[in-house]
């Protein structure tokens, strides 16, 4: 069974893929290894990014690989996980999704407070674990716990990759606390989509994203036999791709943090202006 890249949104991209393949950034990140290509593509991953107002008004992380993913999100979710996030911003978990999280071996998750980690921009939205290709010593346990999820227990390897491709610095993207403090009910979890970059924006992974709409691309092995079952149709019809008004769409709702992708860009808006001038 060979592995591809389904250019789709994540739910119809992920209703194409045989059950159980859907690929996690660790896995990706490994394929990355020997295939240039791949670096090249932005890709939805296997990964389930929960967050946890406890109770007592404390807040954690979870975040998961692909075992995690089908078991709390799955082909039996996928549908209103999706609709969730394009139409209210977040899923929030239901009872037996937080049950089925909790009862996950601690290969598959892994469960960090926010107080243990160095989150950089936290006064908006989003915060980000940044990360040092060259200097994984300055990394606490739990900020390496995460990195160990996002790229495997040979990250060591997987920076030097970065490292080797010029990138010095590269990333987790999350909810800030104060986001999740003020926009999630004590005694409950919510969870995003994960999204992996591609190399010259540092290969940064989201565990945030929303905007699950954009036809960007998920690996996996295609299930040749898969045909629509209208579960969310809406998420089709929500489908941005790449048209002008669907990338400042994107950007509208994702303002650029990226230096490396900003100055791809203004290359880009460059190049055309070049042209008009000639």
């Not at 799955?74 to 999704?97: A, M, P, R, V």
Request: net charge negative; hydrophobic share 35%.
């Amino acid at each position: 069974m060979a592995l591809e890249t389904i250019t789709d949104n994540l739910h119809d991209g992920y209703k194409q893929l045989k059950k159980g393949t859907f690929r996690s950034s660790e896995q990706i990140q490994t394929e990355r290894m020997n295939d240039e290509e791949l670096r090249g593509r932005y890709l939805y991953t296997a990964n389930v990014a929960a967050y946890e107002h406890a109770k007592d008004g404390s807040v954690s992380f979870f975040l998961g690989d692909d075992v995690a993913f089908e078991s709390v999100i799955g082909s039996e979710n996928i549908g209103q996980f999706c609709n969730d996030l394009l139409n209210k911003g977040n899923h929030t978990l239901s009872d037996s999704q937080v049950k089925k999280l909790s009862e996950l071996d601690k290969k598959h998750i892994v469960k960090v407070k926010y107080d243990d980690l160095r989150l950089e921009d936290q006064a908006s939205e989003y915060g980000f674990l940044k990360i040092d290709t060259n200097n994984l010593d300055a990394l606490n346990d739990s900020e390496k716990a995460l990195v160990k999820m996002v790229h495997g227990n040979d990250y060591n390897k997987k920076m030097k990759m970065l490292s080797d491709s010029g990138i010095e610095h590269t990333g987790i993207y999350m909810l800030s606390e104060n986001y999740v403090k003020n926009n999630v009910e004590k005694g409950s979890s919510i969870a995003r989509a994960g999204w992996l970059y591609i190399f010259f924006s540092n290969s940064n992974f989201n565990a945030n994203d929303g905007n699950v709409a954009n036809g960007y691309g998920l690996r996996g092995v295609n299930n040749s036999d898969a045909v629509g079952d209208g579960v969310n149709a809406n998420v089709s019809e929500q489908t941005q791709k790449y048209t002008p008004a669907g990338i400042i769409e994107y950007f509208d709702k994702n303002p650029i943090k990226d230096l490396g992708l900003a100055n791809k860009l203004m290359d880009k808006l460059n190049e055309f202006y070049q042209s008009l001038k000639q």
